[in-house]
């Protein structure tokens, strides 16, 4: 009885971690994108 809130649990925490990954990633690589562009306007 415990194993299914416990798997539930830890898939909901599983999901949060890879949507707070995939946020770091898109918000360093955009930032990483301005600085090229304000690299190369200059």
């Not at 539930?8 to 990633?25: E, K, P, R, S, Y």
Request: contains cysteine; proline residues 2%; hydrophobic residues 50%.
């Amino acid at each position: 009885m415990i194993a299914g809130p416990l798997q539930n649990q830890l898939g909901n925490w599983a999901v949060g971690l890879m949507l707070l990954v995939i946020c770091t990633i898109s918000v360093a690589s955009i930032s990483g994108m301005r600085e090229t562009w304000a690299g190369s306007a200059r």
